[in-house]
């Protein structure tokens, strides 16, 4: 059985650095995709951003673009989310989640069908 476990949250100043991580195990683990949500408290989980297994490919909202980098250690099993420029608005619970069987290229939230417990994110003004 697939499990995700996020870590790496924390409290960080406005303009600073964090980077996520997301282990994964289980089985002939080969996912069409992982991908990074985040949901502040009052809203919705929003999409952050995704990792291609098999051709490496990201894709990114459009609030971390330029600023997030997801990535992949193979040996490692693992799953990045560097996170610079960080600001207030950034603040929320980060999950990670992936998708085994349904391949698409919308990533939203139905697409993915096993997700880790959260890691919390806080910046500060």
């Known amino acids: 059985q697939v499990q995700l476990v996020e870590s790496g949250g924390g409290l960080v100043q406005a303009g600073g650095s964090l980077r996520l991580s997301c282990a994964t195990s289980g089985h002939f683990f080969s996912p069409f995709s992982v991908g990074w949500f985040r949901q502040a408290p009052g809203k919705a989980r929003e999409f952050v951003a995704a990792?291609?297994?098999?051709?490496?490919?990201?894709y990114y909202g459009d609030s971390v673009k330029g600023r997030f980098t997801i990535s992949r250690d193979n040996a490692k099993n693992t799953v990045y989310l560097q996170m610079n420029s960080l600001n207030v608005e950034d603040t929320a619970v980060y999950y990670c989640?992936?998708?085994?069987?349904?391949?698409?290229?919308?990533?939203?939230?139905?697409?993915?069908?096993?997700w880790g417990q959260g890691t919390q994110v806080t910046v500060s003004s």
């Open positions: 989640a992936a998708d085994q069987y349904s391949g698409s290229y919308y990533y939203t939230q139905g697409t993915f069908d096993v």
């Open positions: 990792f291609r297994w098999s051709s490496r490919r990201t």
